[in-house]
């Protein structure tokens, strides 16, 4: 589904990405889709889109279209695990800077990126350019930004189940292929970062964030996914992003209970 929202409360759904139809299919058997993200390239919104396979062959996809609610039109696979050497090639996030076009990917496998042709649609010079790895094995669902010249590299980590111990962490560089470090210099690739949120009695496995959206009061926002005491699915969650030292945190480092916090849109 394509959900729309004027501030980040409430949304309405306003499509799809596919029909029954016209439900691509890049990976063996009759898989769904996950982990989608819209990106506008041009004068084009491309989403890419995660599928399981069988034995960890996963792959991600990208389908284009005039405008975000779509109609989409599939172009295939664009990362497959066995061609790029790294099983559950999943959660592709899109990082655009200087008109070029980066992909990082990966579920506790390492996460990688490679950088894409000018359109989004395809590896840039596929046959020579080698994916290059910036954060160690126990990390997915990559989102970076760029914020006072250092670039932060945001990921999910631990158990996604509910109760479990999933959390947003994340480290800093001064070059966005790493080396991603935490506040006293270790590398992720060795699995060190600092904590941005993590559960609490209410809302437990907070993780697999949005890129960060700032309000017009210059306030940063994250959009989550999370368990609640009630409820066997994750539901999506809002919560503030504070800056503090150099480094991002929500509010008391863990999912807002009750709050009259909301972001401003004028």
């Not at 084009?44 to 779509?70: L, R």
Request: aromatic share 12%; net charge negative; hydrophobic share 30%.
């Amino acid at each position: 589904p394509i959900m729309r929202s004027s501030d980040l409360i409430n949304w309405t759904r306003v499509g799809a990405m596919c029909t029954d139809q016209t439900h691509p299919q890049i990976t063996n058997g009759n898989a769904g889709h996950w982990a989608p993200s819209i990106n506008r390239i041009g004068d084009k919104y491309v989403c890419y889109y995660s599928q399981p396979g069988d034995n960890y062959k996963h792959a991600i996809g990208v389908a284009v279209a005039d405008s975000p609610t779509g109609p989409f039109v599939d172009y295939g696979k664009l990362i497959d695990s066995d061609e790029q050497g790294v099983d559950i090639s999943i959660d592709a996030y899109l990082y655009q800077e200087d008109g070029r076009n980066y992909l990082f990917w990966g579920s506790f496998r390492n996460i990688s990126v490679l950088e894409l042709t000018e359109d989004g649609l395809a590896i840039k010079n596929k046959e020579t350019q080698k994916r290059r790895e910036v954060a160690g094995g126990q990390y997915e669902a990559t989102v970076v930004v760029k914020r006072d010249g250092w670039y932060y590299l945001i990921v999910s980590t631990g158990d996604y189940s509910k109760g479990g111990t999933y959390r947003l962490v994340v480290g800093r560089s001064q070059s966005l292929f790493g080396p991603y470090v935490d506040k006293d210099g270790n590398d992720m690739m060795q699995v060190n970062d600092e904590l941005v949120l993590q559960g609490n009695d209410t809302f437990s496995s907070p993780g697999h964030c949005s890129r960060l959206i700032t309000d017009d009061n210059g306030q940063d926002w994250i959009l989550y996914h999370a368990y609640t005491e009630d409820l066997n699915y994750r539901t999506l969650m809002l919560d503030r992003i504070n800056w503090v030292d150099g480094w991002p945190v929500s509010p008391g480092q863990q999912p807002t209970s009750a709050s009259v916090d909301r972001p401003v849109f004028h």
